[in-house]
């Protein structure tokens, strides 16, 4: 069996999605000043050191040499901020509206329009070559890294070795770790390039190092496997291996809203009362890249409006708190005309929307809760 590429970890969570109502960064803490939250720096841990001292003979029985190890782990440590994501990620989940507001927003098909426009060549050759739509390349490269400009700058040593260490999955993470050692080994990348999320995922579009060990393609020709480079061909052409040996069928809709140009395909509904889509055996293989149907469609939905396809036609119902998406942007952009800044106004609402909600409602006196309601939208009026 082959797992699904992320699955094990950032699911609709991270793949760069960060709603105007606040971004990962400012939910864990204060940055250091070399660009990383002060949390994903190496801290002191006696257990920590203990455990990649006894890794180190396993590694060495798995055929990874001294030198290896010893350039590997130079200047590496244990990252507090990966286990506190890692516990964080699993209570972490969006309504498919909310999601799609962030996968498919204005900012994301502008910039995707864009960087397809670049790298028409390379994506159309990829296209031909493996039979992926080149707007699904493209989709997946933007759900992942924002187009290459998240590509996460965290030691994939120090992150796998943490969470391997802690324990919670361990035995999946030192498989990541002997993997990304091997990767190092074999010249790909030098241990101190070899950055990435902070659950080890790496390039543009975030491979993990087992899966990279199985899909990564040299397409350039240059004898690398080069995620890493500002050059994203070998990226974008490692997913387009992946999904080739994952099942895609070239030729064939990863599927569409029923009545809205949807192919003949099963039948879902992901979000009670929401829209309802046809997907088709492709929708399968880019769930083989994130196991979620939430992940599939924003990457299907967002390759149609790279190719010039208009938003979704069905309508989400009210949420828990009664409001659509336009009463969620009201609130937004009401909150910020009144000096209560929310980031934006996408209808997502995040932590900097509640924390704008909140410093309003302490300045009229009324009780802070930090959550939206049809009252508040009454008093922004």
């Given at each position: 069996?082959?797992?699904?590429?992320?699955?094990?970890?950032?699911?609709?969570?991270?793949?760069?999605?960060?709603?105007?109502?606040?971004?990962?960064?400012?939910?864990?803490?204060?940055?250091?000043?070399?660009?990383?939250?002060?949390?994903?720096?190496?801290?002191?841990?006696?257990?920590?050191?203990?455990?990649?001292?006894?890794?180190?003979?396993?590694?060495?029985?798995?055929?990874?040499?001294?030198?290896?190890?010893?350039?590997?782990?130079?200047?590496?440590?244990?990252?507090?901020?990966?286990?506190?994501?890692?516990?964080?990620?699993?209570?972490?989940?969006?309504?498919?509206?909310?999601?799609?507001?962030?996968?498919?927003?204005?900012?994301?098909?502008?910039?995707?329009?864009?960087?397809?426009?670049?790298?028409?060549g390379t994506l159309q050759t990829l296209e031909g070559r493996y039979g992926v739509d080149a707007e699904i390349i493209?989709?997946?490269?933007?759900?992942?890294?924002?187009?290459?400009?998240?590509?996460?700058?965290?030691?994939?040593?120090?992150?796998?070795?943490?969470?391997?260490?802690?324990?919670?999955?361990?035995?999946?993470?030192?498989?990541?770790?002997?993997?990304?050692?091997?990767?190092?080994?074999?010249?790909?990348?030098?241990?101190?390039?070899?950055?990435?999320?902070?659950?080890?995922?790496?390039?543009?579009?975030?491979?993990?190092?087992?899966?990279?060990?199985?899909?990564?393609?040299?397409?350039?020709?240059?004898?690398?496997?080069?995620?890493?480079?500002?050059?994203?061909?070998?990226?974008?052409?490692?997913?387009?291996?992946?999904?080739?040996?994952?099942?895609?069928?070239?030729g064939t809709k990863w599927g569409g809203e029923v009545g809205n140009g949807a192919p003949q395909g099963r039948i879902?509904?992901?979000?009670?009362?929401?829209?309802?889509?046809?997907?088709?055996?492709?929708?399968?293989?880019?769930?083989?890249?994130?196991?979620?149907?939430?992940?599939?469609?924003?990457?299907?939905?967002?390759?149609?409006?790279?190719?010039?396809?208009?938003?979704?036609?069905?309508?989400?119902?009210?949420?828990?708190?009664?409001?659509?998406?336009?009463?969620?942007?009201?609130?937004?952009?009401?909150?910020?005309?009144?000096?209560?800044?929310?980031?934006?106004s996408d209808g997502v609402i995040g932590p900097n929307s509640e924390k704008a909600i909140s410093a309003y409602q302490?300045?009229?006196?009324?009780?802070?809760?930090?959550?939206?309601?049809?009252?508040?939208?009454?008093?922004?009026?």
């Open positions: 069996m082959i797992l699904s590429r992320r699955n094990f970890a950032l699911g609709a969570s991270a793949l760069a999605l960060t709603a105007c109502g606040g971004g990962v960064t400012s939910s864990y803490g204060s940055t250091s000043s070399g660009g990383l939250p002060a949390d994903l720096l190496p801290t002191p841990n006696a257990g920590y050191n203990a455990w990649v001292s006894s890794f180190r003979s396993r590694a060495v029985s798995r055929g990874i040499s001294q030198s290896t190890l010893n350039s590997a782990f130079r200047g590496t440590g244990y990252l507090p901020g990966c286990v506190k994501r890692d516990r964080n990620q699993t209570e972490f989940k969006r309504s498919l509206e909310d999601y799609l507001a962030i996968a498919a927003s204005d900012e994301r098909i502008s910039k995707g329009r864009a960087a397809f426009a670049r790298h028409r493209c989709a997946i490269w933007g759900l992942e890294s924002f187009f290459g400009e998240r590509r996460g700058d965290v030691p994939v040593i120090s992150a796998t070795s943490t969470l391997a260490y802690d324990g919670r999955r361990g035995a999946f993470f030192e498989k990541q770790l002997m993997a990304a050692l091997k990767i190092v080994q074999n010249g790909d990348i030098p241990a101190s390039r070899m950055t990435g999320s902070w659950a080890g995922a790496m390039g543009h579009t975030q491979f993990i190092p087992t899966s990279y060990q199985a899909f990564a393609v040299d397409f350039t020709g240059d004898g690398r496997r080069d995620i890493w480079s500002d050059d994203p061909t070998d990226s974008l052409a490692s997913t387009a291996a992946y999904l080739q040996k994952n099942g895609w069928s070239r879902i509904q992901p979000q009670a009362g929401g829209p309802r889509f046809s997907v088709t055996r492709n929708f399968n293989a880019i769930k083989r890249y994130n196991n979620s149907d939430a992940y599939a469609i924003g990457v299907g939905h967002l390759a149609d409006r790279l190719a010039g396809g208009g938003p979704l036609r069905g309508s989400f119902p009210p949420d828990a708190n009664g409001l659509t998406k336009d009463d969620r942007v009201a609130v937004q952009q009401r909150l910020t005309a009144k000096g209560f800044d929310t980031g934006g302490a300045s009229q006196g009324l009780p802070v809760t930090g959550k939206p309601s049809q009252a508040l939208l009454s008093q922004l009026r």
